[in-house]
């Protein structure tokens, strides 16, 4: 896995890196770049292995393990953002046992919020499969959200819909709507889900569609702007002095390369390709 693409050139000017096995982190990506204009972004897309949400466990915490050796080698960073519920779920614990000097922000699902918010204490949390099977998202109900009634749903198209939306701009809406529709619980009482949690970071980019496709209205639950605002709470604080030139952020691909669609797609974000 390691390869000239995934080398850097550590310095003084140390990256924050941002990794997804897509574009799903650039919904993280960009929180975080309002937030922290004086930081310079590696996008790391684990493209090679998209999606995530298929692989088996071992296999894909060993593989992101691996990952992060070249990268933190590579890039020297100040820190690491998974913005990666599928890799986080399952790998976070092992990339801070691998790597403690690091330090890596995660993105899990949004479920302690959901259950804060909700009135009819019905929550779904949608999600690749890989996530809704993890034992950290089971936890993470245990835990947080005992007095709700929570809904896992694995969806096994939505991400790969979102990659071809922002690439082509297009998406079948009734294929969106056969995803989102067993997060829409009626109970006998009249109550009905009034929260989705979207807990893969791919899912922002459908929300519109997936307004229009629902049978009621809910609160959809993005949490990109919490995590960037938990990376920007752990890093160094800048000094006010800090110029503002707007630095190089770059996005790399473990492919070895986009095409001149996603190439296009990565400049919209600020990043070069
Ligand atoms: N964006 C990833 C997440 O937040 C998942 C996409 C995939 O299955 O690769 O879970």
């Given at each position: 896995?390691?390869?000239?693409?995934?080398?850097?050139?550590?310095?003084?000017?140390?990256?924050?890196?941002?990794?997804?096995?897509?574009i799903?982190?650039?919904?993280?990506?960009?929180?975080?770049?309002?937030?922290?204009?004086?930081?310079?972004?590696?996008?790391?897309?684990?493209?090679?292995?998209?999606?995530?949400?298929?692989?088996?466990?071992?296999?894909?915490?060993?593989?992101?393990?691996?990952?992060?050796?070249?990268?933190?080698?590579?890039?020297?960073?100040?820190?690491?953002?998974?913005?990666?519920?599928?890799?986080?779920?399952?790998?976070?614990?092992?990339?801070?046992?691998?790597?403690?000097?690091?330090?890596?922000v995660?993105?899990?699902?949004?479920?302690?919020?959901a259950?804060?918010?909700?009135?009819?204490?019905?929550?779904?949390?949608?999600?690749?499969?890989?996530?809704?099977?993890?034992?950290?998202?089971?936890?993470?109900?245990?835990?947080?959200?005992?007095?709700?009634?929570?809904?896992?749903?694995?969806?096994?198209?939505?991400?790969?819909?979102?990659?071809t939306?922002?690439?082509?701009?297009?998406?079948?809406?009734?294929?969106?709507?056969?995803?989102?529709?067993?997060?829409?619980?009626?109970?006998?009482?009249g109550?009905?889900?009034?929260?989705?949690?979207?807990?893969?970071?791919?899912?922002?980019?459908?929300?519109?569609?997936?307004?229009?496709?629902?049978?009621?209205?809910?609160?959809?639950?993005?949490?990109?702007?919490?995590?960037?605002?938990?990376?920007?709470?752990?890093?160094?604080?800048?000094?006010?002095?800090?110029?503002?030139?707007?630095?190089?952020?770059?996005?790399?691909?473990?492919?070895?390369?986009?095409?001149?669609?996603?190439?296009?797609?990565?400049?919209?974000?600020?990043?070069?390709?």
């Amino acid at each position: 896995m390691t390869g000239d693409g995934l080398r850097g050139s550590p310095g003084p000017d140390r990256p924050v890196l941002v990794l997804d096995s897509g574009i799903g982190g650039l919904t993280v990506l960009r929180e975080a770049r309002v937030l922290m204009p004086e930081r310079r972004f590696v996008y790391v897309v684990d493209d090679a292995a998209f999606p995530y949400g298929n692989w088996e466990e071992t296999a894909l915490r060993g593989r992101l393990v691996e990952l992060f050796g070249d990268l933190i080698a590579g890039h020297d960073p100040l820190a690491c953002v998974i913005a990666c519920n599928t890799a986080s779920t399952l790998a976070l614990d092992a990339l801070r046992a691998a790597y403690p000097q690091m330090t890596f922000v995660g993105t899990v699902p949004a479920i302690k919020p959901a259950a804060e918010r909700t009135r009819s204490g019905l929550v779904s949390v949608l999600a690749t499969p890989g996530t809704v099977k993890r034992q950290y998202t089971r936890d993470l109900v245990e835990q947080w959200a005992t007095k709700c009634e929570v809904t896992l749903v694995a969806s096994v198209n939505l991400a790969a819909l979102a990659e071809t939306y922002m690439r082509q701009g297009l998406v079948e809406e009734a294929a969106v709507r056969a995803e989102i529709a067993p997060c829409f619980v009626e109970k006998d009482d009249g109550r009905r889900t009034d929260i989705v949690v979207l807990a893969c970071t791919h899912y922002p980019f459908l929300v519109n569609r997936m307004r229009k496709m629902a049978p009621w209205p809910v609160d959809w639950l993005d949490p990109a702007e919490a995590i960037a605002r938990r990376a920007l709470s752990i890093l160094p604080k800048a000094s006010p002095d800090t110029p503002m030139t707007r630095h190089d952020d770059t996005a790399l691909f473990t492919s070895g390369g986009a095409d001149a669609v996603t190439r296009r797609l990565m400049q919209g974000f600020g990043l070069s390709a």
